[in-house]
């Protein structure tokens, strides 16, 4: 069982920046693929981007491409996404997820959730 914990998120103006945080407990971090998905209000989660297990490989939505990067520090048990050139479409609760595997970027593929985080981008 891995717990995943969500920091970082608030508000930001359009333009800016924000760096999440994901902290895992429970086990070994490194085996695990993981990745960031968001869910506007009304809208159906979306994926982000995920990272895999050695930091080597990592895939974004088209949506956040050139703006957002995935990265994680195994030594830390932590993953991160990093949020540049933020748009008011980037609002949403934005969660960290886990798998045992190989990266894939479909929700139901994801083992391990967290909370969430709310990102807020005024215009």
């Known amino acids: 069982q891995v717990q995943l914990e969500e920091s970082g998120g608030g508000l930001a103006q359009t333009g800016g920046s924000l760096r999440l945080s994901c902290a895992a407990s429970?086990?070994?971090?490194?085996?695990?693929?993981m990745a960031w998905f968001r869910q506007a209000p009304g809208k159906e989660r979306e994926f982000v981007a995920a990272?895999?297990?050695?930091?080597?490989?990592?895939y974004y939505g088209d949506s956040v491409k050139g703006r957002f990067t995935i990265s994680r520090d195994n030594a830390q048990n932590t993953a991160y996404l990093q949020m540049n050139s933020l748009k008011p479409e980037d609002t949403a609760v934005y969660y960290c997820?886990?798998?045992?595997?190989?990266?894939?970027?479909?929700?139901?593929?994801?083992?391990?959730w967290g909370q969430g985080t709310q990102v807020t981008v005024s215009s």
């Open positions: 997820a886990a798998r045992g595997g190989n990266t894939r970027m479909t929700m139901a593929e994801y083992e391990y």
């Open positions: 429970g086990r070994t971090f490194t085996p695990y693929t």
């Open positions: 990272i895999s297990r050695a930091g080597s490989v990592t």
